[in-house]
T-cell receptor, first 112, second 114 residues
Framework: DQQVKQNSPSLSVQEGRISILNCDYT??????FLWYKKYPAEGPTFLIS?????DKNEDGRFTVFLNKSAKHLSLHIVPSQPGDSAVYFC???????????FGTGTRLQVTL | DTAVSQTPKYLVTQMGNDKSIKCEQN?????MYWYKQDSKKFLKIMFS???????INETVPNRFSPKSPDKAHLNLHINSLELGDSAVYFC?????????????FGNGTRLTVT
């Protein structure tokens, strides 16, 4: 019962271009969504989040879009940099951070 | 000055043994967690403690017992280890249990049961 899905296990983007990572969810009770970034042999680090009352949140090169009717969110990285190469996890919660439901991650490779 | 540190980083042990993983955070956070990442890369909550009190206990076998001696520490003890326990275990903390309080993760402990 995978409530948060990241259907693309990997993505390759050229440096300077836009990276778009997608995430779908099934539980309509989710009201807060987060993206985490993970380098090998390290723990996930928080990147950006969005509340269900918004449809967009921006932080520098990172923007998260939420489409509640489609139960879909996406992370845009513009411009992509080689240091962005990592695994990106989408996560969702229902009212409390005490229980996050994670997707299985998308490996982003930014090439020169 | 690592924010969330867990030890050991690697743990190789035989079936049936008992082992512990330690976690400490120096962020002054009230809430701590254990997550498990299995071979399929699913990252799933196991336990959550707020101010030393257990608030989340997912369907985890009772061979797993978390212990929080104080707010800064949350250790995980595993009895009678099984092959299926092989995974990466992540400790995490957050300032509060509110939605907008992001988790800070440790670097994980890779447990291999042979």
């Amino acid at each position: 019962d995978q409530q948060v899905k990241q259907n693309s296990p990997s993505l390759s983007v050229q440096e300077g271009r836009i990276s778009i990572l997608n995430c779908d969810y099934t539980n309509s009770m989710f009201d807060y969504f987060l993206w985490y970034k993970k380098y090998p042999a390290e723990g996930p680090t928080f990147l950006i989040s969005i509340s269900s009352i918004k449809d967009k949140n921006e932080d520098g090169r990172f923007t998260v879009f939420l489409n509640k009717s489609a139960k879909h969110l996406s992370l845009h990285i513009v411009p992509s940099q080689p240091g962005d190469s990592a695994v990106y996890f989408c996560a969702a919660s229902t009212g409390t951070a005490s229980k996050l439901t994670f997707g299985t991650g998308t490996r982003l490779q930014v090439t020169l | 000055d690592t924010a969330v540190s867990q030890t050991p980083k690697y743990l190789v042990t035989q079936m049936g043994n008992d082992k512990s993983i330690k976690c400490e955070q120096n962020l002054g956070h009230d809430t701590m967690y254990w997550y498990k990442q299995d071979s399929k890369k699913f990252l799933k909550i196991m336990f959550s403690y707020n101010n030393k009190e257990l608030i989340i206990n997912e369907t985890v076998p009772n061979r797993f017992s978390p212990k929080s001696p104080d707010k800064a520490h949350l250790n995980l003890h595993i009895n009678s280890l099984e092959l299926g326990d092989s995974a990466v275990y992540f400790c995490a903390s957050s300032q509060a249990i509110a939605n907008n309080s992001p988790l800070h993760f440790g670097n994980g402990t890779r447990l291999t049961v042979t």
